[in-house]
């Protein structure tokens, strides 16, 4: 068939469902391509993951698959896409051989992966978060850009930072571009979102450390001994850096050194860096954090 529609197709193993898409304008098509859209991401609940690795990472971590796009061209060829495919069906969810014309369309991409995944949004609560006697949290206030809050979670993810909480009017952790900077670790890292006011609730009760970066701060980045309890890391917005409120929350303002001309560092830069000084005494080679 060419002329768009939705055909079924006999399914690899119940319940899920097999078809074949060839056209943009199929209706289908035309709503996951709106997931493109906070508006529509926040409406269904649903999100796009890019790419055989992330659509593994997310069905290995347990998160719900909605819809499978497969390459129709590469899937005979491909035992991944297969298996990808098979595992989508025996969740219950749909699998649609698409064009690559299709896909281009849905992913944005001139050259796109022959793997899109439609999943279900998971948010995690900060109460819940298990910190133990050690544990990190990395807060960000208002943080704008998705390239930086993707690539913060794949360093959170690497150094074994318990979550990431995001604070106040952030960009959205499920947007295409921020998955995509995330290379998987959307699904392995807890992501919290609340208010400024709601997290300062809970920071009154915290009895571990607060530690904020801040272009007053005094203290080298270095020296507060992070290992010693339960930390935040608080970090600001790109522009305008930690609110008041938040920063008069901290228990120590801390700036990283510099000698250059430059008169910030990149947020998702900074961040790694406070992040692995953090973890520092609990990492060494051969070990998973």
């Known amino acids: ?35 493109a859209m906070r508006k529509t991401r926040e409406e269904t609940g649903l999100f796009m993951a890019e790419g055989l690795k992330l659509v593994f990472d997310a069905l290995e971590a347990g998160w719900k698959i909605d819809t499978l796009i497969v390459s ?25 051989e698409a064009s690559d014309k299709v896909l281009a369309a849905i992913s944005r991409r001139d050259n796109p992966q022959p793997a899109i995944g439609v999943f279900r ?24 850009d998705p390239g930086n ?25 499920f947007s295409l571009e921020a998955v995509r900077a995330t290379m998987g670790s959307i699904f392995s890292v807890p992501v919290v979102r609340m208010g400024e006011a709601a997290f300062l609730k809970w920071r009154a009760g915290f ?12 203290v080298d980045y270095r020296k507060p001994d992070y290992a010693a309890r339960p930390s935040v890391l608080l970090m600001g917005n790109e522009q305008a850096g930690l609110s008041d409120a938040l920063a008069a929350a901290c ?39």
């Not at 197709?9 to 997931?35: D, F, H």
């Not at 995690?124 to 949290?137: C, I, M, Q, W």
């Not at 000698?259 to 060494?284: C, H, Q, W």
Request: proline share 6%; aromatic share 0%; glycine share 10%.
């Open 251 to 289: 228990d120590v303002l801390v700036r990283i050194p510099q000698v250059g001309k430059a008169d910030s560092l990149n947020l998702a830069i900074a961040t790694g860096l406070m992040i692995f000084e953090a973890r520092r005494p609990l990492l060494t080679l051969g070990s998973d954090g």
């Open 207 to 218: 009895k571990g450390l607060v530690a904020g970066t801040h272009m007053d701060g005094t």
């Open 149 to 173: 809050l993707g690539t913060i979670l794949r360093t959170a993810d690497a150094a074994g930072v318990k979550g990431v909480v995001l604070i106040g009017d952030t960009v959205d952790p």
């Open 72 to 96: 129709r061209n590469q899937l005979a060829d491909s035992p991944h896409l297969t298996r990808a495919a098979a595992r989508t069906v025996a969740a219950g969810a749909d699998v649609l």
């Open 1 to 35: 068939m060419n002329d768009g529609r939705t055909e079924p197709r006999r399914p690899l193993s119940a319940p899920g469902r097999v078809k074949e898409v060839t056209s943009v304008s199929n209706p289908i098509v035309k709503s996951i391509r709106n997931l």
């Open 121 to 144: 949004q998971h948010l995690a609560e900060l109460p819940s978060l298990d910190l133990g006697k050690d544990g990190l949290v990395v807060a960000l206030d208002r943080v704008r």
